[in-house]
């Protein structure tokens, strides 16, 4: 059992301060980056993940990367909705929702720039297959009037998109009637309207997208063969969930890339701000650690006292790194997500998995910095270091 | 003078703690001209266009197209001298990962004339006139997929239907170092014929008109004027020089230029921590010998430029060393973007402006980490720092 003196590490760090503080502040920031990029990814994610459901499928045009490049005719949708695999509601008609999805340009609040909203026409099947869209002011649009709905997340990031305003689109003036929540999921960046209403207006024929419910999740692959297989149609379906996923992995692999190399380059720096800290360190307390070594603590003791007291200094950067980037979770973000092309809002979102990858990585951060001036530490000569002082 | 002597010299007393002061600078240098040189890629678009090239597209938003009649209506308008229009295809080559370059159908007739900064030679452009399926294609797009002319190219849409077979007819480098050099031009005649025969209810639209006008300078009435011919009509225009349309996707963006605009500032933070703990460190350590220096005759000023000088000197070295890595290493992360995103950045190199601004942020933060110590040992009475063992 060695005998690590400890004691002496850490309060070595109380009594230098400013270099402790200095050191830990350079660490807090990688750390802040770190796990800043992580939470980014994770929270776009979330949200867009969050936007399906389990035992919902989607039926789009084969090779659409999203639903505003799908298309699909009443004639393929109503065969779509007659399928054996789709649940039904009590009065036996088909949990399916035939939708229709467009970008439409709206200036954003604050710059005024333009930017582009989600639009989706729904059926009326379409809120019982989204149960986590919830109406939190005014009321439900009714069918065949120029009213629409709006996204708790779109009438934040948007002007002019309050309940009672009118927005201009398509040569007619809709009303706001209402607003909308979604859990925090895509829907809640998105306008909705009465998709018969949508198509009139803007003369097109067809659909996006077929959302269906499941009656049973297993029925998916079967479902999937008959549609894909249909010669008269070009379909492709895919879980909703799956869907939705995809359409984030574009945006947070270009989030994790940036960010990994940014990281990357960051804790080299606070490696070496590290190591010069504790290289500093080792050679001010010669005679100290000749002192310890007289006493008869090994060169090991020694080796780990130093090694100690560089993870105790990266514990306490990376820690308030970290506390200063949970923080970050009461931001939201709203960017446009490069695979739909429209405005999406999404939070910074903390897991304890990043929590641990953030520590750890300050952890290693501090061992690979303070490794080498360990070693120096423990490698001096007994004799020698006494003589220094 | 003996100042610089002084500092050159104290500069090598502790090697090693000097060396790793300076290499930590470099590569924080070296991460701000990073950041800095990804913040003016997206910004490339605006110096590639030109002040006399009008954009109009559907004033609901660019999904939606324009119907081709429009065209000789533009023409009409008075000071506009050639219209030219193009469609975004949304091809897939291969797999979605090859596929992140721009493929658009134009007019092939008028497309090199209102866009001639895609210099292309005469011949190439009537072999493109000649055939219904023939395609150009720029330089570094061709070099990239080893694409030579009479190379025939296989692609899906995600946005129209069917297969599409193009025969490379001709190769286009920039005129200029912010041309973009990836774009795949086909025929939107080919584009039309297919459609009609597939979804004949698309056809005969465009994504947007190019306009090229002859004054500039009217480019704001020129543009009025466009849009007031189709107010009220089933497809309303939005007209606006090309700058301000290329900054319209920038700002949608914008979130995530803040951002990194903000990371950059983290990182100077970051070198004026570790600059400042290894002056702080050094000025602890010297401050018996600034007292002899003091007792010597030498004064305030000489010890606050000896600080000053030495943080300067570190900072100066570091920030050198940086910007000489800069250059490599925004290749190596474009190469790792389009290996992995497949995304469609044009690396452009690194400006002269990011270079001597990262230089700057050094010599700045080299003064920034001199202020306390420098204070310190100004205003350190002789006796106090005599008095200090160590």
Same mark, same amino acid.
């Given at each position: 059992?060695?005998?690590?003196?400890?004691?002496?590490?850490?309060?070595?760090?109380?009594?230098?301060?400013?270099?402790?503080?200095?050191?830990?502040?350079?660490?807090?920031?990688?750390?802040?980056?770190?796990?800043?990029?992580?939470?980014?990814?994770?929270?776009?994610?979330?949200?867009?993940?969050?936007?399906?459901?389990?035992?919902?499928?989607?039926?789009?045009?084969?090779?659409?990367?999203?639903?505003?490049?799908?298309?699909?005719?009443?004639?393929?949708?109503?065969?779509?909705?007659?399928?054996?695999?789709?649940?039904?509601?009590?009065?036996?008609?088909?949990?399916?929702?035939?939708?229709?999805?467009?970008?439409?340009?709206?200036?954003?609040?604050?710059?005024?720039?333009?930017?582009?909203?989600?639009?989706?026409?729904?059926?009326?099947?379409?809120?019982?297959?989204?149960?986590?869209?919830?109406?939190?002011?005014?009321?439900?649009?009714?069918?065949?009037?120029?009213?629409?709905?709006?996204?708790?997340?779109?009438?934040?990031?948007?002007?002019?998109?309050?309940?009672?305003?009118?927005?201009?689109?398509?040569?007619?003036?809709?009303?706001?009637?209402?607003?909308?929540?979604?859990?925090?999921?895509?829907?809640?960046?998105?306008?909705?309207?009465?998709?018969?209403?949508?198509?009139?207006?803007?003369?097109?024929?067809?659909?996006?997208?077929?959302?269906?419910?499941?009656?049973?999740?297993?029925?998916?692959?079967?479902?999937?063969?008959?549609?894909?297989?249909?010669?008269?149609?070009?379909?492709?379906?895919?879980?909703?969930?799956?869907?939705?996923?995809?359409?984030?992995?574009?945006?947070?692999?270009?989030?994790?890339?940036?960010?990994?190399?940014?990281?990357?380059?960051?804790?080299?720096?606070?490696?070496?701000?590290?190591?010069?800290?504790?290289?500093?360190?080792?050679?001010?307390?010669?005679?100290?650690?000749?002192?310890?070594?007289?006493?008869?603590?090994?060169?090991?003791?020694?080796?780990?006292?130093?090694?100690?007291?560089?993870?105790?200094?990266?514990?306490?950067?990376?820690?308030?790194?970290?506390?200063?980037?949970?923080?970050?979770?009461?931001?939201?973000?709203?960017?446009?997500?490069?695979?739909?092309?429209?405005?999406?809002?999404?939070?910074?979102?903390?897991?304890?998995?990043?929590?641990?990858?953030?520590?750890?990585?300050?952890?290693?951060?501090?061992?690979?910095?303070?490794?080498?001036?360990?070693?120096?530490?423990?490698?001096?000569?007994?004799?020698?270091?006494?003589?220094?002082? | 003078?003996?100042?610089?002597?002084?500092?050159?010299?104290?500069?090598?007393?502790?090697?090693?703690?000097?060396?790793?002061?300076?290499?930590?600078?470099?590569?924080?240098?070296?991460?701000?001209?990073?950041?800095?040189?990804?913040?003016?890629?997206?910004?490339?678009?605006?110096?590639?266009?030109?002040?006399?090239?009008?954009?109009?597209?559907?004033?609901?938003?660019?999904?939606?197209?324009?119907?081709?009649?429009?065209?000789?209506?533009?023409?009409?308008?008075?000071?506009?001298?050639?219209?030219?229009?193009?469609?975004?295809?949304?091809?897939?080559?291969?797999?979605?990962?090859?596929?992140?370059?721009?493929?658009?159908?134009?007019?092939?007739?008028?497309?090199?004339?209102?866009?001639?900064?895609?210099?292309?030679?005469?011949?190439?452009?009537?072999?493109?006139?000649?055939?219904?399926?023939?395609?150009?294609?720029?330089?570094?797009?061709?070099?990239?997929?080893?694409?030579?002319?009479?190379?025939?190219?296989?692609?899906?849409?995600?946005?129209?239907?069917?297969?599409?077979?193009?025969?490379?007819?001709?190769?286009?480098?920039?005129?200029?170092?912010?041309?973009?050099?990836?774009?795949?031009?086909?025929?939107?005649?080919?584009?039309?014929?297919?459609?009609?025969?597939?979804?004949?209810?698309?056809?005969?639209?465009?994504?947007?008109?190019?306009?090229?006008?002859?004054?500039?300078?009217?480019?704001?009435?020129?543009?009025?004027?466009?849009?007031?011919?189709?107010?009220?009509?089933?497809?309303?225009?939005?007209?606006?020089?090309?700058?301000?349309?290329?900054?319209?996707?920038?700002?949608?963006?914008?979130?995530?230029?803040?951002?990194?605009?903000?990371?950059?500032?983290?990182?100077?933070?970051?070198?004026?921590?570790?600059?400042?703990?290894?002056?702080?460190?050094?000025?602890?350590?010297?401050?018996?010998?600034?007292?002899?220096?003091?007792?010597?005759? $030498?004064?305030?000023?000489?010890?606050?430029?000896?600080?000053?000088?030495? +943080? %300067? *000197?570190? !900072? #100066?070295?570091? =920030?050198? &060393?940086?910007?000489?890595?800069?250059?490599?290493?925004?290749?190596?992360?474009?190469?790792?973007?389009?290996?992995?995103?497949?995304?469609? $950045?044009?690396?452009?190199?690194?400006?002269?402006?990011?270079?001597?601004? +990262? %230089? *700057?942020? !050094? #010599?700045?933060? =080299?003064? &920034?980490?001199?202020?306390?110590?420098?204070?310190?040992?100004?205003?350190?009475?002789?006796?106090?720092?005599?008095?200090?063992?160590?």
């Amino acid at each position: 059992m060695i005998a690590i003196p400890l004691a002496y590490s850490l309060r070595n760090l109380w009594a230098r301060r400013l270099t402790t503080v200095l050191t830990a502040a350079g660490i807090a920031m990688v750390i802040f980056v770190f796990a800043a990029v992580l939470m980014l990814a994770y929270g776009l994610e979330k949200t867009l993940v969050a936007t399906g459901a389990d035992d919902n499928a989607i039926v789009i045009r084969r090779g659409s990367q999203s639903e505003m490049m799908s298309l699909i005719d009443r004639a393929a949708a109503n065969i779509i909705r007659s399928q054996p695999e789709i649940a039904t509601d009590p009065r036996g008609k088909p949990l399916a929702a035939s939708e229709a999805v467009v970008l439409i340009g709206r200036p954003k609040r604050g710059t005024g720039q333009e930017a582009h909203v989600q639009t989706r026409g729904i059926a009326p099947e379409s809120f019982a297959m989204r149960p986590q869209v919830k109406l939190v002011a005014g009321r439900l649009f009714r069918p065949g009037l120029s009213e629409v709905i709006v996204g708790a997340a779109a009438e934040r990031r948007f002007e002019g998109m309050g309940l009672g305003r009118t927005i201009r689109f398509a040569m007619r003036d809709w009303t706001v009637v209402g607003l909308f929540e979604a859990e925090g999921s895509g829907f809640e960046s998105e306008i909705w309207l009465d998709s018969e209403q949508l198509l009139q207006a803007f003369r097109r024929p067809v659909f996006s997208s077929v959302t269906v419910r499941l009656s049973d999740p297993s029925g998916f692959d079967a479902l999937k063969q008959r549609l894909e297989g249909d010669p008269r149609f070009n379909l492709e379906v895919k879980r909703e969930k799956a869907f939705y996923a995809d359409q984030s992995a574009m945006m947070t692999g270009f989030i994790r890339v940036l960010g990994l190399f940014v990281t990357v380059i960051f804790s080299i720096g606070a490696m070496i701000g590290a190591m010069i800290t504790m290289y500093a360190a080792v050679a001010n307390r010669t005679t100290e650690i000749g002192t310890l070594r007289a006493l008869g603590f090994p060169r090991g003791s020694i080796l780990l006292a130093f090694l100690v007291e560089s993870l105790f200094l990266s514990l306490i950067g990376g820690g308030a790194g970290l506390v200063l980037a949970s923080l970050l979770q009461n931001m939201t973000v709203s960017t446009t997500n490069f695979a739909t092309f429209s405005e999406l809002a999404f939070r910074f979102a903390l897991s304890p998995a990043i929590a641990l990858e953030s520590i750890a990585f300050a952890l290693v951060v501090g061992f690979l910095g303070g490794f080498l001036p360990a070693v120096r530490a423990a490698r001096q000569n007994i004799l020698q270091s006494l003589r220094a002082a | 003078m003996q100042l610089i002597h002084l500092i050159l010299k104290n500069l090598f007393r502790h090697k090693l703690r000097t060396i790793l002061t300076v290499l930590g600078i470099a590569i924080a240098i070296l991460a701000f001209g990073m950041i800095r040189t990804v913040i003016a890629m997206w910004y490339s678009g605006i110096e590639a266009s030109s002040p006399n090239r009008l954009i109009a597209r559907n004033a609901i938003s660019l999904i939606f197209p324009l119907p081709i009649a429009y065209r000789n209506a533009i023409v009409a308008v008075p000071g506009v001298s050639v219209v030219s229009y193009a469609q975004w295809f949304g091809g897939i080559y291969i797999d979605e990962k090859h596929s992140q370059f721009p493929q658009i159908a134009v007019d092939a007739a008028t497309w090199f004339d209102v866009a001639p900064e895609n210099r292309i030679s005469e011949s190439e452009k009537a072999a493109f006139l000649r055939e219904r399926n023939a395609a150009v294609v720029g330089v570094q797009l061709a070099r990239r997929f080893g694409w030579k002319i009479g190379d025939v190219v296989r692609m899906r849409s995600m946005i129209f239907s069917g297969d599409w077979d193009f025969v490379i007819r001709g190769i286009y480098t920039g005129a200029q170092k912010s041309t973009d050099e990836t774009f795949f031009f086909f025929q939107w005649r080919y584009l039309d014929e297919q459609i009609r025969r597939l979804e004949p209810w698309r056809a005969g639209n465009v994504g947007w008109y190019v306009v090229k006008i002859a004054d500039p300078n009217r480019s704001a009435s020129i543009s009025e004027a466009i849009d007031r011919r189709f107010k009220n009509s089933l497809a309303e225009t939005r007209t606006e020089t090309e700058q301000s349309f290329v900054q319209g996707f920038i700002s949608m963006s914008d979130a995530i230029l803040v951002a990194l605009r903000i990371i950059s500032f983290v990182i100077i933070g970051v070198i004026l921590a570790v600059l400042s703990n290894t002056m702080a460190m050094t000025a602890r350590e010297r401050l018996s010998e600034y007292a002899v220096l003091k007792t010597l005759g $030498f004064g305030a000023r000489h010890l606050v430029l000896l600080i000053a000088g030495e +943080s %300067l *000197l570190i !900072a #100066l070295i570091g =920030g050198a &060393a940086g910007i000489l890595l800069i250059g490599p290493i925004v290749d190596g992360f474009g190469v790792v973007m389009t290996l992995t995103v497949g995304a469609m $950045f044009p690396i452009v190199g690194v400006s002269p402006v990011t270079r001597a601004v +990262s %230089l *700057l942020m !050094a #010599l700045g933060v =080299g003064l &920034a980490a001199a202020i306390f110590p420098a204070w310190r040992a100004a205003t350190l009475r002789i006796v106090e720092g005599l008095r200090r063992v160590g």
